[in-house]
């Protein structure tokens, strides 16, 4: 019999999972899976859980909670021999991951792909000994996804992080930097730069326009240094994805990237905290199996 292993972070988003998790088993169960599940009780425990899962062989890994158990869950099987399928409830507040495959929080819907979806090999990223599934990235506003506090996050959703990056504005400094992109380098001073493996991004649909999951490569995106109110205005074109074309902004593609900053510079991996600057970024073609909606999806390019 097929066995899937449910981790959910009952902390997550608006802490709706464990009201859900009576109906996800008994699905996992219909479908013709022994499910068991593991709530997550702090840091790094989803990783754990995700490792044990690999090594008790289940076929399916879920990872349910906001896009910080989804990295923790592919930390935790993608150094493993034996990697299972993995799938996702969003249950966070961000949600950018989900959104990218276009599943929806809705946990029937969630639950209909985890049962009946598509299986595709994605691309992961790794930087040192970590690995990402949606972004890496330093300056001084990435910072903020990790310095606003899961309380404000469950009484006040996405809201919580606009309100905290208004906060880091006055605060943004420029950074010099050397950053080697598949042979080629960029030098100077930069606002931020953003390592991409996703188009969807701090609930920013078009940051990243041509990032597939499945093409080996990462969408690097560089904000040279400007003033405040072009921070803002690009923020604000960000939005509809015409920032691209800003002559401020270098976007390009690239499957190996390296960082130099010559100050003190935080990396921001999938929202979490990452470390100190320099590091090298590695796209690992196809590394993980996933389940994903049947239908055909904007972040899949069709290689065949
Ligand atoms: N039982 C728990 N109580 C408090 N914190 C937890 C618990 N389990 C895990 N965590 C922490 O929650 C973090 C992940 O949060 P997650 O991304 O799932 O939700 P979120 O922060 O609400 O959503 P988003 O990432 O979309 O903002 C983990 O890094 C871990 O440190």
């Known amino acids: 019999m097929k066995r899937a292993r449910l981790i959910y972070n009952p902390s997550s988003g608006r802490e709706q999972m464990k009201k859900h998790l009576p109906y996800v088993l008994d699905r996992l169960e219909q479908a013709g899976y022994e499910a068991s599940a593991h709530a997550t009780t702090g840091k790094d425990c989803a990783k754990r859980a995700a490792r044990t899962a690999c090594e008790r062989n289940f076929d399916l890994v879920i990872a349910a909670g906001g896009d910080g158990t989804i990295n923790e869950v592919v930390n935790g099987i993608a150094e493993q021999e034996y990697r299972p399928s993995l799938g996702i409830i969003p249950a966070g507040t961000t949600n950018d991951f989900a959104r990218a495959l276009h599943i929806p929080k809705d946990i029937v819907e969630a639950c209909d792909i985890l049962c009946d979806g598509r ?171 996933m389940r994903v909606p049947n239908k055909t999806l904007p972040c899949f390019q069709d290689l065949y």
Do not use: C
């Not at 904000?223 to 072009?230: E, F, G, R, S, V």
């Not at 604000?236 to 976007?251: K, N, P, Q, T, W």
């Open 119 to 289: 299986l595709q090999q994605i691309d992961i990223g790794k930087v040192g000994n970590q690995y990402f599934i949606n972004i890496a990235g330093a300056g001084t506003l990435t910072e903020l996804t990790y310095e606003v506090p899961s309380k404000l996050k469950t009484m006040m959703g996405q809201v919580a992080y606009y309100v905290k990056g208004i906060e880091k504005l006055p605060r943004i400094r420029p950074s010099r930097v050397t950053i080697e992109y598949d042979g080629k380098w960029f030098e100077g001073e930069i606002m931020l730069f953003l390592v991409s493996n996703t188009n969807s991004v701090g609930g920013f649909e078009k940051l990243a326009p041509n990032a597939y999951l499945n093409d080996g490569m990462f969408d690097l995106l560089i904000l040279k240094k400007t003033n405040l109110a072009d921070v803002v205005r690009l923020v604000s074109s960000a939005l509809r994805g015409d920032h691209i074309f800003d002559e401020r902004v270098i976007y390009v593609q690239a499957s190996r990237i390296k960082v130099h900053a010559e100050q003190e510079l935080h990396l921001n991996v999938d929202g979490e905290y990452g470390g100190e600057l320099p590091g090298e970024l590695v796209n690992l073609h196809n590394h993980i199996q």
